[in-house]
């Protein structure tokens, strides 16, 4: 079993930055992607980012140029930042690692 912990979430003004952070334990053996999901209020959770253990990289369109995700090995890690925040990025972030594993999420609000 994998527990994730996201941290990092808070209430910013449109235009502002978050750091989200995540961290992985328990059973694991390696990871290939850990990545970021994004549930605004009402909406299916929708990919943000995913980062793969070889250094692929995907983003959503309507973040790219924005967020930037990272990742340390040695830490089991996993890093959203997000900058030009916009109220439409309210929503739940959460923590994904293949398994699929899921953390318990971290709200993030955007006031206009």
């Known amino acids: 079993q994998v527990r994730l912990v996201e941290s990092g979430g808070g209430l910013v003004q449109a235009g502002g930055s978050l750091r989200l952070s995540c961290v992985a334990s328990?059973?694991?053996?390696?990871?290939?992607?850990m990545g970021w999901y994004h549930q605004a209020p009402g909406k299916q959770r929708e990919l943000v980012a995913i980062i793969r253990s070889g250094g692929t990289i995907n983003y959503a369109d309507s973040v790219k140029g924005r967020f930037t995700i990272s990742r340390d090995n040695l830490k089991n890690m996993v890093y959203l930042q997000m900058n030009s925040l916009k109220p439409e990025d309210t929503g739940v972030y959460y923590c994904?690692?293949?398994?699929?594993?899921w953390g318990q999420g971290t709200q993030v609000t955007v006031a206009s």
């Open positions: 994904y690692v293949d398994g699929p594993y």
């Open positions: 328990g059973s694991i053996f390696s990871i290939n992607a």
